[in-house]
């Protein structure tokens, strides 16, 4: 928990350093780094280290469907934290938020939200 994090989704959730989620994914801090910056995560600015939503990681690497979706929001015209705040906003109508839906292998329902939604 971050409080940079809980002040941009409006609650809280575990978060992880760069180091320790590329532990959790068993590449270097810097691969990390380098996976937000080409859109296959996303992340936020804690002081001057970078954090990420411990929700985006599953035991096989990110969740699927997670940099598509990215993708096709930021072509929609979206920002990096206008994305992370709807992907923990709760949504009645998967229920729960875009993110338990993602991890609960439903991304086809949450990419026609954010279809809907970007365009």
Known sequence: MTAALTALVGREIEAL??????????????RVSQMIKQGQLLGVREGDKWIVPAAFLVDSGVVKGLPGLITLLRDGGFTD?????????????????????????????????AQAMAF
């Open 17 to 30: 350093t760069l180091a320790e989620a590329g532990e959790r994914l068993g590449v270097p801090r810097t």
């Open 81 to 113: 934290a206008e994305i992370l705040r709807w992907l923990f906003q709760e949504d009645p109508t998967l229920p729960g938020a875009p993110v338990e839906a993602l991890r609960s292998d439903r991304g086809g329902e949450v990419k026609r939200r």
